[in-house]
C-alpha cells in the first residue's frame, strides 16, 4: 500500500481539486493523511465539511492540528507516524498529479528495485495549467550529484520502507527540509532513481515567478555551510552548479 501525505495551510482555493486529483488515482491501494495545520482561511472548516459528506472517502484521515506550530516539515512528520503503508507520497495541497501517477511510479520502483525515485514535473500557472516548462530528471542520482541540482521535487517523490528506514525519512526544522532530507538519506549511499516522465504539476502563481529568488539563494548556502558542514570553496562550487541548472529549468 502507498501512504500519501500531505500538509495542508490555508489551501482554500486549492483544496477541492486536490481531493479530486488523490482520489482520481487509477489504482484503489492507497491511503492518504492530511495534516491540517491550523489554516485560517476556510481551509479547516472545508475539510471538516467534506469529512461530513457523501463524498468521504474511507482511505483519506485527516489529521488537525492548531496554530500552524508544525510547518510543512512537521506536518510531513506526523503523516510519517500515522502512514501504514510501505511505500511513502509526498504531494503539497496546491500541487497536481496526473491520474496514474502511484500506478507508473510504483511499477517503476518494483521493476527498477528503487529504494527512492523522483519524476520530471512540469511548471504551472495559478490554475495549475502546464506551462510547457518541463524539468527532465536524469536515470540516477548520487549524493555528490544531488549537491549541485536540486532537481528532486517533493511532490514526484516515492520511497519503499523496506529498503529505507522510514525515520530517515523525517524532515528536519531548517529551511528547504526537503532538499536536506534527500541530501541526508543521499549522503548514507542511497542512489535516487529518476523516471522521467511527468507527472505532476508544480503549480506556481504569476507573482511569485520573479520572486524570493534571494532567499533560496540563502537557504541553499546555509544547507552546504550548516547542514553538509562543506567549506567555502566546495560550497562555492556547488553552488555554482545549482544556480547555472536552476536558471536553465526556468528558462
Given amino acids: 500500500m502507498i501512504s500519501v501525505i500531505t500538509p495542508v495551510y490555508n489551501a ?3 483544496i477541492d481539486d486536490t481531493i479530486k486529483v488523490v482520489l482520481g488515482q487509477d489504482m484503489e491501494d492507497f491511503e492518504w493523511i492530511m495534516v491540517e495545520d491550523g489554516s485560517n482561511d476556510g481551509t479547516r472548516e472545508r475539510l471538516k465539511e467534506y469529512i461530513g459528506s457523501e463524498e468521504y472517502d474511507r482511505r483519506v484521515r485527516i489529521i488537525f492540528a492548531d496554530d500552524n506550530r508544525f510547518g510543512a ?5 506526523i503523516g510519517l507516524d500515522e502512514a501504514r503503508g510501505r511505500y511513502i507520497a509526498y504531494l503539497d495541497a496546491d500541487d497536481v498529479w496526473s491520474s496514474d501517477k502511484l500506478s507508473v511510479q510504483l511499477k517503476y520502483m518494483e521493476e527498477t528495485g528503487a529504494a527512492f525515485c523522483f519524476t520530471s514535473y512540469e511548471f504551472g500557472d495559478e490554475n495549475a495549467v502546464g506551462t510547457g516548462k518541463i524539468v527532465r530528471v536524469p536515470d540516477r542520482l548520487n549524493y ?11 511532490s514526484t517523490v516515492m520511497f519503499d520502507t523496506e529498503k529505507i528506514n522510514k525515520k530517515k525519512l523525517y524532515m528536519p526544522h531548517i529551511a528547504s527540509e526537503d532538499t536536506a532530507t534527500w541530501w541526508n538519506i543521499l549522503r548514507e549511499g542511497y ?14 502563481p504569476g507573482k511569485s515567478l520573479s520572486s524570493n529568488k534571494l ?10 555551510r550548516d547542514n553538509e558542514g562543506l567549506g567555502i570553496i566546495k560550497s562555492m562550487w556547488f553552488f555554482g552548479g545549482w544556480a547555472v541548472r536552476a536558471t536553465l529549468r526556468r528558462i
Fill in 12 to 14: 482554500i482555493n486549492f
Fill in 73 to 77: 516539515a512537521g506536518a510531513r512528520n
Fill in 144 to 154: 555528490r550529484q544531488a549537491l549541485s541540482r536540486t532537481v528532486i521535487f517533493t
Fill in 191 to 204: 542512489t535516487a532513481v529518476g523516471l522521467d516522465r511527468v507527472l505532476t504539476v508544480y503549480r506556481r
Fill in 215 to 224: 532567499t533560496a539563494i540563502k537557504r541553499i548556502w546555509r544547507l552546504y
